[in-house]
């Protein structure tokens, strides 16, 4: 069993900052890498970053140069770090976990507001 917990989300104004956290636990060991989803009102979940077990990350081009994506192992913890947010960068955020074997977990989102 895997658990996913995410917090950090909240209501923030264009070009302000958030980070998200999302803490994992139970079975991980054998994880192969964890990310972050986000859907916004009325459109399909879009990826939006992910960190290898390796420590190797990726973004998506729309938030490239304004999200990071970084890993504290010793608590296993996954974070997005969100500078010069913008109104298009509202959603629920999700964090998920991808295994070798298993099928990919999901957290319970966290709500990005960002006002213009």
């Known amino acids: 069993q895997v658990q996913l917990v995410e917090s950090g989300g909240g209501l923030v104004q264009a070009g302000g900052s958030l980070r998200l956290s999302c803490a994992a636990s139970?079975?991980?060991?054998?994880?192969?890498?964890m990310g972050w989803y986000r859907q916004a009102p009325g459109k399909q979940r879009e990826w939006v970053a992910a960190?290898?077990?390796?420590?190797?990350?990726n973004s998506a081009d729309s938030v490239k140069g304004r999200f990071t994506i970084s890993r504290d192992n010793a608590k296993n913890t996954v974070y997005l770090q969100m500078n010069s947010l913008k109104p298009e960068d509202t959603g629920v955020y999700y964090c998920?976990?991808?295994?070798?074997?298993?099928?990919?977990?999901w957290g319970q989102g966290t709500q990005v507001t960002v006002s213009s």
């Open positions: 998920y976990i991808d295994f070798v074997s298993y099928p990919r977990y």
């Open positions: 139970g079975s991980i060991f054998r994880f192969n890498g």
């Open positions: 960190i290898t077990r390796g420590g190797i990350t």
